[in-house]
T-cell receptor, first 115, second 112 residues
Framework: AQTVTQSQPEMSVQEAETVTLSCTYD???????LFWYKQPPSRQMILVIR??????QNATENRFSVNFQKAAKSFSLKISDSQLGDAAMYFC????????????FGAGTILRVKS | DTAVSQTPKYLVTQMGNDKSIKCEQN?????MYWYKQDSKKFLKIMFS???????INETVPNRFSPKSPDKAHLNLHINSLELGDSAVYFC???????????FGQGTRLTVV
């Protein structure tokens, strides 16, 4: 079974600075997807960024980028120019390729942004 | 024009009652899911339906029964509610060939 580990329960960053959230996963599969979801206090689950395992290039979405190391099974999220609105719980998630497969989530990292 | 909508958003009920949470998606997706987020914020799959067919049923008590009348709707019925059922329940949907899952706003269930 696949597992996802987020080793940082909580992180803090100064506004406008950069922060990196860590995620490792365990799988024997070769075809899968990795995600970062953001959950603000409103509890809505918001997709931040997605990475396909077959792509070597790291995904980027505006201020959010990932460092995907397939051999090391590592998938970290870098947030540049942090904003107050980035404060939230961030979940790393894994999904096998193929239809209907479930998301396997890590335990989450609380990100606090200081002004 | 909410993509995945759940009702109600909040539900407070007494132990032993039966309750339902409804979910509807207007994205044309084929697969729908129920996830449970416990008090420690941990998210775990409960059920998954593809075109009204149950394809994932994790270790969930029989008191929980999903029902999918059509591929745009997936409801969750819970019998004989217990204190431990208190959690946030999320509905989600995805396309067959699309990796992303889109989530509803969640239903906070409190059993007293």
């Amino acid at each position: 079974a696949q597992t996802v580990t987020q080793s940082q329960p909580e992180m803090s960053v100064q506004e406008a600075e950069t922060v990196t959230l860590s995620c490792t996963y365990d799988t024997s599969e070769s075809d899968y997807y990795l995600f970062w979801y953001k959950q603000p206090p409103s509890r809505q689950m918001i997709l931040v960024i997605r990475q396909e395992a077959y792509k070597q290039q790291n995904a980027t979405e505006n201020r959010f980028s990932v460092n995907f190391q397939k051999a090391a099974k590592s998938f970290s999220l870098k947030i540049s120019d942090s904003q107050l609105g980035d404060a939230a719980m961030y979940f790393c998630a894994y999904r096998s390729a193929g239809y209907g497969n479930k998301l396997v989530f890590g335990a989450g990292t609380i990100l606090r942004v200081k002004s | 024009d909410t993509a995945v909508s759940q009702t109600p958003k909040y539900l407070v009920t007494q132990m032993g009652n039966d309750k339902s949470i409804k979910c509807e998606q207007n994205l044309g997706h084929d697969t729908m899911y129920w996830y449970k987020q416990d008090s420690k914020k941990f998210l775990k799959i409960m059920f998954s339906y593809n075109n009204k067919e149950l394809i994932i049923n994790e270790t969930v008590p029989n008191r929980f029964s999903p029902k999918s009348p059509d591929k745009a709707h997936l409801n969750l019925h819970i019998n004989s509610l217990e204190l431990g059922d208190s959690a946030v329940y999320f509905c989600a949907s995805s396309r067959n060939r699309g990796p992303e899952a889109f989530f509803g706003q969640g239903t906070r269930l409190t059993v007293v």
